[in-house]
């Protein structure tokens, strides 16, 4: 069963040492509206909120493993300097140490990297998610907690097409359904950084 959740939630991520810093709130004034099994949050956030009901509290940790998995040095890559040039020059407005870059492989897949290091040939950039080798602490309540109508389901599936909120979703309209909210569901991605990331990746304009 695919459940329609609405929670107030506070994520920390914490470090390999024990620093603890605050990732994303959703105050019960603008909370967090999903709605499960279908791929907008982490599986395992979901599988310890799905079974709570409204009003209840919420508090547990999980681990990279977990969350995004371990941080890979190997996803950590040079490219040539020349794949991030505009019109024959560096694109030096985008293009410096600490930016985040959104990146295409050849499958057409896109994710985010953090430049690391510019050099009068190559660019480093980290690939691994910002979250990796990160535990995640959550803390919330569950504001609602009910079965999904098969139109709010459709209303989700038109959005995460990019058709469009759809009519009868049920959603509120003055917020985004979720997108970039809490989780850390907008961080993921199904696939491996470190295959087929080579020359195939470009920055979009």
């Known amino acids: 069963m695919n459940k329609l959740i ?3 939630y506070k994520l920390e991520a914490i470090d390999a040492d024990g620093t603890k810093t605050i990732v994303e709130e959703a105050p019960i004034e603008a909370p967090f509206k999903f709605i499960t099994g279908m791929g907008i949050t982490l599986d395992t956030f979901e599988s310890n909120i799905e079974n709570l009901n409204e009003g209840d ?3 547990f940790t999980l681990t990279p493993e977990e969350g995004y998995g371990p941080y890979m040095e190997e996803h950590v890559r040079d490219f040539d300097r020349s794949l991030f040039c505009v019109d024959g020059r560096f694109d ?3 293009i410096f140490v600490g930016a985040e870059v959104p990146l295409i492989n050849e499958d057409g897949e896109r ?3 953090r430049v690391l290091e510019v ?3 190559t660019v480093k950039i980290d690939l691994n998610d910002i979250l990796a ?3 995640l602490h959550f803390t919330g ?3 609602t907690s009910r079965e999904a109508t098969i139109e709010e389901m459709a209303g989700y599936i038109n959005m995460i097409s990019g058709e469009g909120c759809g009519c009868g979703c049920g959603c509120d309209h003055d917020h985004d359904h979720g997108e970039g909210c809490g989780c850390g569901h907008h961080h993921g991605h199904d696939h491996d950084h470190g295959e087929g990331c080579g020359c195939g990746h470009h920055h979009d304009h």
Do not use: L, Y
């Open 6 to 8: 609405t929670a107030s």
């Open 57 to 59: 509290n919420f508090d």
């Open 92 to 94: 030096k407005e985008r």
């Open 111 to 113: 994710f985010p990297g």
């Open 119 to 121: 050099t009068d040939k």
């Open 133 to 135: 080798g990160k535990s």
């Open 141 to 143: 309540t569950i504001i």
